[in-house]
């Protein structure tokens, strides 16, 4: 029997950020990602929204001996789910899952509880490695909440798996900022 999957759609997609080596570019059907907020954490982060319109890029990963406990510790604000509509380079079809915040705890990115630049910086990092420039580009089409405020935290990183950024990267994230009229605070 092969370990199960997961579809990382945000932080998951930059390899630095995990350990999860049996990794393969993928796409689902069916999902945007959103910047969101539940209670009881500072910040918003990103969740995956139910549209069926929509197909985000992502990386499936291999849950080393199907044992989810260190994932389900990291993704701890996320229910995780069957997922459906997958793409891969696989010959094979592995059990997937999602991970997602419940809609009814979710809620929209506020002053007290903001996006942080060093979390996009990661996730940009991570698409550009994965699915280049078009990607990063389809990321930030594919994602709502951009009118949410974000803190600019990149010189004192907040976001606890924060990554050191090229300065191409820097202004790779801060044009498509720019494009989608995000507001920093």
């Known amino acids: 029997m092969t370990s199960p999957f997961f579809f990382g759609y945000g932080s998951l ?13 993928a796409q689902i059907k069916g999902w945007r990602r959103a910047w969101r907020h ?6 918003a982060f990103l969740t995956a929204v139910p549209d069926q ?3 985000i890029d992502g990386l499936i990963a291999g849950v080393p001996d ?8 990291r993704e701890v604000w996320y229910q995780r789910d069957i997922a459906k509509d997958v793409s891969h380079t696989l010959t ?8 997602h915040a419940p ?3 979710h809620r929209h990115a506020t002053a007290p509880h903001p996006v942080l630049l060093s979390y996009i910086d990661v996730v940009v990092q991570g698409y550009l490695s994965e699915f ?5 580009a389809r990321f930030f089409e594919t994602t709502d909440g951009w009118d949410a405020p974000i803190k600019n935290d990149r010189n004192t990183p907040i976001y606890p798996r924060h990554q050191k950024l090229s300065r191409y990267q820097k202004k790779l994230v801060d044009l498509h900022l720019n494009r989608v009229c995000a507001k920093r605070i």
């Open 13 to 25: 997609v930059n390899r630095a950020t995990h350990l999860y080596s049996q990794a393969y570019p």
């Open 38 to 43: 539940v209670e009881g954490r500072e910040v």
């Open 53 to 55: 319109n929509s197909t």
């Open 66 to 73: 199907g044992d989810w406990s260190a994932l389900d510790a």
């Open 92 to 99: 094979s079809t592995p059990h997937i899952e999602i991970y």
């Open 103 to 105: 809609e009814a705890l």
């Open 132 to 136: 280049g420039e078009n990607g990063v």
